[in-house]
């Protein structure tokens, strides 16, 4: 069966890859904003991942209940605070304000902390962090990407759907 939404997972896939070689430490050749749009297009990439699940044909959730896909992705959303952050994230970036009451308010993700090294025959190498603060607690956007695909992957398992390309 071909299942479009596998995309947009390996997508999100490469978007991941990209906050871990922040974290890791990347040669510093861009400007340090586009690495945090890097974050953005994670979350973005993440939280779109519902879109194509439910809009994937392909996709049948084994349903006793009566249920609609919509209602049983916007139910994961719902359920998990990450995917909650991850949502409210995306959908700030994109329309620059949230006004639906699903949504998670005030999510901040200008905090961030950088260390950028010198190293003899590499270059500048940059290691950035970025953080999210929702109600004056800070959570690392790393972890909350890490929670999100593994969320994500756990959900698709439990829905005995295919989470890579065979």
Sequence with gaps: MDFK????????????????GL?????????????????????????????????????RFNNITGVSKQELL???????????????????QKHLTIGDKRFLKDVDTSKVSYN???????????????????????YDSFVIATDCLELWRSFLMHKNLPISIL
């Design 5 to 20: 939404y596998l995309e947009q997972l390996k997508r999100t896939e490469r978007s991941f890859e990209k906050l871990k």
């Design 23 to 59: 974290i890791q430490g990347i040669p510093h050749v861009n400007d340090t904003e586009s690495y945090r749009d890097d974050m953005y297009a994670f979350f973005m990439n993440c939280y779109h991942l519902k879109d194509w699940i439910q809009n994937d044909q392909a996709v």
């Design 74 to 92: 916007e139910d994961f959303i719902a359920g998990n605070f990450c995917m909650l952050l991850c949502q409210s994230i995306a959908t700030a």
């Design 116 to 138: 950028v090294i010198a190293i003899e025959g590499q270059g500048v190498i940059l290691h950035a962090r970025y953080s999210i603060e929702y109600q004056k607690k800070l």
